[in-house]
């Protein structure tokens, strides 16, 4: 599959809200709400895969990435919170998604790399991540280190804590 990775834009939401929708349960889900205000407070942090489209014009959003620039170099629930904190070279990835079709394909490698060299363009110098016990593999495969359990509570689900110095 030939993918365009790019910066996202506000037209953009409603196709990353809906594929969070269909990759999380609901209580670990980011609303449309959240990825608007988000959107609103660091469009920096927002990317986007789109399949080629037959005519050459847009294709469908196959996956996205949304991060938040922080001070803070780990998970923690306030990074999930719609306030401001102090922003910094970190980028806490908030959600990865690979709409449910198009997953195990090799996207989310691709995805993952372009749009970490995307963020680096803009000021990245540290990624951070809380993930499941599944995807520890996968990240640790692009060069995330394990820093242990995640005191992040979304969903009250059980996180790892994982970051990539650059």
């Not at 506000?10 to 959107?39: N, Q």
């Not at 922003?87 to 993952?112: E, S, W």
């Not at 372009?114 to 110098?125: H, I, N, Q, W």
Request: glycine share 8%.
């Amino acid at each position: 599959m030939k993918i365009n990775v790019r910066a996202a834009e506000k037209a953009d939401i409603a196709g990353i809200a809906a594929i969070e929708k269909a990759v999380f349960p609901p209580e670990e889900a980011l609303s449309e709400e959240t990825f608007k205000w988000c959107f609103a407070s660091f469009p920096e942090g927002f990317a986007v895969a789109e399949s080629a489209a037959a005519d050459g014009g847009k294709g469908e959003t196959a996956a996205a990435i949304v991060c938040r620039p922080t001070a803070l170099r780990l998970i923690t629930d306030e990074i999930y919170e719609r306030k401001e904190i102090s922003r910094g070279d970190t980028f806490a990835i908030m959600t990865f998604i690979v709409a449910p079709h198009l997953q195990r394909q090799g996207l989310g490698d691709k995805m993952l790399e372009a749009s970490l060299a995307l963020f680096r363009e803009k000021g990245a110098k540290n990624f951070s991540l809380a993930c499941k016990e599944h995807l520890k593999a996968f990240y640790r495969r692009h060069g995330f280190i394990e820093a242990g359990l995640s005191r992040l509570t979304l969903g009250g689900a059980v996180w790892y804590d994982m970051y990539l110095t650059l």
